[in-house]
């Protein structure tokens, strides 16, 4: 069995994976909040955590991982949209109004992470199914001593917690100093953080000891965890911008919740996004949602391209020139491996895969697959990288069957060669071109292939 080498956040090195039953392989990723659409910072971790999903698949049987994403649907951002649409003249309840916006939301989320080729977690557990969970681990770090309650709140006792700010490499007073925290009358301390709190008639509650009231968010991830992979399991995954406070709050209260278990073994963070060598930032007007690019006609295998050629530990830049490029890519490839049967992943991805998930190198050994020819090792190893799957080829077939236009400019050449008038040659090959049709002409015959910015509409006038 290959070995796997991945970058534990918890420990800042490089250590060797070895889960804790092989036969069951078990990751944790924190998945939205379903109160609007997926933006293209949210697609980066879980095109990534995707991707490891893949190799752990490959690496120790797709029957012996388990993966779970959860949907948190109940957020203080989910009632505010709901609360806007009431606002509006909406005649319907808070709850249908909220129900509605989280079944649309949720609905949107897969089509967006399909279209981008990444796989169907094992489970997709949403926060409103685990409320008793919650209760029941809230209740159990209250008796623990590492929780109170207090005006109807029950809050988190960060110093009960000697670990505190392990995973972030801080300290709790410098993270008092450094950050923006809550300050509440119902508070021992600033950094005391809420697992339980009220609900007015018009938000969603749940009976619980402490009146009727909502989960605060980490402790949602922690019960969901616990109840679906135990109380240790091998890997958390999610965006930098979770580490502190979310994840470092889901150790805290799972380590106080279950002392002798180790929680999570393996801590991934993948990096932010840019745009355009900028933040993406609806002011800056380079903001876009997944959706967005879906729409603009991006095709979903090449977002994916994009993301994994950087490192997931790299920040990443999207650009308009690296789509471009990813998708001339792409269509070759596609090209190259058309009718044929995958062969076996080839060493040099899957030694780049369990390097750290080393995407960037892994596309590199794609790269050489495709000069030397080989055409099933590329589509198979592709396959790692969820590229190349014949259910995402639909956007490179539309438009690219360019067999006559390839014979009639050989015909054209052919007749040049006789008149020596390659006008009518170069009149077709400029057309092609702008259209986004890569030409290749050589003693052999004339090859058409779609390639970036490739436009089937531009070629009626040519037919």
Same mark, same amino acid.
């Not at 959860?70 to 319907?92: L, Q, S």
């Not at 919650?134 to 029950?154: F, N, Q, T, W």
């Not at 052999?444 to 292939?449: I, K, P, R, S």
């Given at each position: 069995?290959?070995?796997?080498?991945?970058?534990?956040?918890?420990?800042?090195?490089?250590?060797?994976?070895?889960?804790?039953?092989?036969?069951?392989?078990?990751?944790?990723?924190?998945?939205?909040?379903?109160?609007?659409?997926?933006?293209?910072?949210?697609?980066?971790?879980?095109?990534?955590?995707?991707?490891?999903?893949?190799?752990?698949?490959?690496?120790?049987?797709?029957?012996?991982?388990?993966?779970?994403?959860?949907?948190?649907?109940?957020?203080?951002?989910?009632?505010?949209?709901?609360?806007?649409?009431?606002?509006?003249?909406?005649?319907?309840?808070?709850?249908?109004?909220?129900?509605?916006?989280?079944?649309?939301?949720?609905?949107?989320?897969?089509?967006?992470?399909?279209?981008?080729?990444?796989?169907?977690?094992?489970?997709?557990?949403?926060?409103?199914?685990?409320?008793?969970?919650?209760?029941?681990?809230?209740?159990?770090?209250?008796? *623990?001593?590492?929780?109170?309650?207090?005006?109807?709140?029950?809050?988190?006792?960060?110093?009960?917690?000697?670990?505190?700010?392990?995973?972030?490499?801080?300290?709790?007073?410098?993270?008092?100093?450094?950050?923006?925290?809550?300050?509440?009358?119902?508070?021992?301390?600033?950094?005391?953080?809420?697992?339980?709190?009220?609900?007015?008639?018009? /938000?969603?509650?749940?009976?619980?000891?402490?009146?009727?009231?909502?989960?605060?968010?980490?402790?949602?991830?922690?019960?969901?965890?616990?109840?679906?992979?135990?109380?240790?399991?091998?890997?958390?995954? *999610?965006?930098?911008?979770?580490?502190?406070?979310?994840?470092?709050?889901?150790?805290?209260?799972?380590?106080?919740?279950?002392?002798?278990?180790?929680?999570?073994?393996?801590?991934?963070?993948?990096?932010?996004?840019?745009?355009?060598?900028?933040?993406?930032?609806?002011?800056?007007?380079?903001?876009?949602?997944?959706?967005?690019?879906?729409?603009?006609?991006?095709?979903?295998?090449?977002?994916?391209?994009?993301?994994?050629?950087?490192?997931?530990?790299?920040?990443?830049?999207?650009?308009?020139?690296?789509?471009?490029?990813?998708?001339?890519?792409?269509?070759?490839?596609?090209?190259?491996?058309?009718?044929?049967?995958?062969?076996?992943?080839?060493?040099?991805?899957?030694?780049?895969?369990?390097?750290?998930?080393?995407?960037?190198?892994?596309?590199?050994?794609?790269?050489?697959?495709?000069?030397? *020819?080989?055409?099933? *090792?590329?589509?198979?190893?592709?396959?790692?990288?969820?590229?190349?799957? /014949?259910?995402?080829?639909?956007?490179?077939?539309?438009?690219?069957? !360019?067999?006559?236009?390839?014979?009639?400019?050989?015909?054209?050449?052919?007749?040049?060669?006789?008149?020596?008038?390659?006008?009518?040659?170069?009149?077709?090959?400029?057309?092609?071109?702008?259209?986004?049709?890569?030409?290749?002409?050589?003693?052999?015959?004339? /090859? !058409?292939?779609?390639?970036?910015?490739?436009?089937?509409?531009?070629?009626?006038?040519?037919?």
């Amino acid at each position: 069995m290959v070995t796997i080498r991945l970058h534990n956040s918890k420990t800042r090195k490089k250590e060797v994976f070895q889960p804790l039953d092989p036969a069951n392989v078990r990751m944790y990723v924190c998945g939205p909040t379903v109160y609007d659409r997926a933006h293209l910072g949210n697609g980066r971790p879980m095109v990534v955590f995707d991707t490891l999903y893949r190799l752990l698949r490959h690496v120790y049987g797709a029957d012996h991982v388990t993966y779970v994403r959860n949907f948190t649907d109940v957020d203080d951002k989910i009632n505010a949209t709901a609360a806007a649409r009431k606002a509006a003249g909406d005649p319907r309840s808070m709850e249908a109004l909220i129900h509605e916006r989280t079944e649309e939301t949720i609905g949107w989320y897969h089509a967006d992470m399909d279209a981008l080729g990444a796989l169907r977690p094992t489970h997709e557990p949403r926060a409103t199914e685990y409320i008793g969970p919650m209760v029941a681990m809230i209740e159990g770090l209250i008796a *623990g001593g590492h929780a109170y309650a207090k005006e109807g709140h029950v809050l988190f006792r960060v110093r009960s917690y000697k670990d505190y700010g392990a995973l972030s490499g801080r300290s709790v007073d410098d993270m008092i100093a450094g950050a923006r925290v809550e300050v509440a009358p119902f508070k021992e301390d600033p950094m005391d953080f809420v697992l339980w709190k009220p609900s007015s008639e018009e /938000e969603p509650g749940w009976a619980s000891p402490w009146g009727r009231g909502r989960p605060g968010w980490h402790i949602e991830c922690s019960a969901m965890s616990y109840e679906l992979l135990g109380a240790s399991f091998d890997i958390h995954g *999610g965006g930098l911008d979770l580490q502190f406070p979310h994840h470092e709050n889901e150790i805290a209260q799972s380590c106080c919740a279950h002392p002798k278990a180790e929680f999570a073994r393996f801590w991934l963070h993948n990096e932010m996004l840019q745009v355009e060598g900028k933040k993406m930032s609806k002011s800056l007007g380079n903001f876009f949602t997944v959706r967005d690019l879906l729409d603009q006609g991006v095709p979903g295998e090449v977002i994916r391209f994009v993301y994994l050629s950087t490192h997931y530990r790299k920040p990443m830049d999207w650009t308009a020139e690296k789509a471009r490029e990813a998708e001339g890519t792409l269509r070759k490839w596609r090209a190259m491996v058309s009718g044929v049967d995958a062969g076996a992943p080839v060493a040099s991805v899957i030694e780049a895969l369990c390097d750290d998930l080393n995407t960037a190198g892994a596309i590199a050994a794609l790269h050489d697959l495709s000069r030397a *020819g080989d055409a099933a *090792g590329l589509k198979a190893s592709a396959g790692l990288l969820g590229l190349l799957d /014949e259910g995402m080829g639909g956007w490179c077939d539309k438009g690219a069957d !360019l067999s006559d236009l390839a014979a009639r400019l050989a015909s054209l050449r052919a007749e040049a060669m006789t008149t020596k008038n390659f006008a009518p040659v170069d009149a077709l090959k400029s057309a092609l071109t702008d259209a986004g049709v890569e030409v290749r002409m050589s003693k052999a015959g004339v /090859e !058409l292939l779609p390639g970036p910015g490739f436009d089937p509409a531009k070629l009626e006038a040519l037919k």
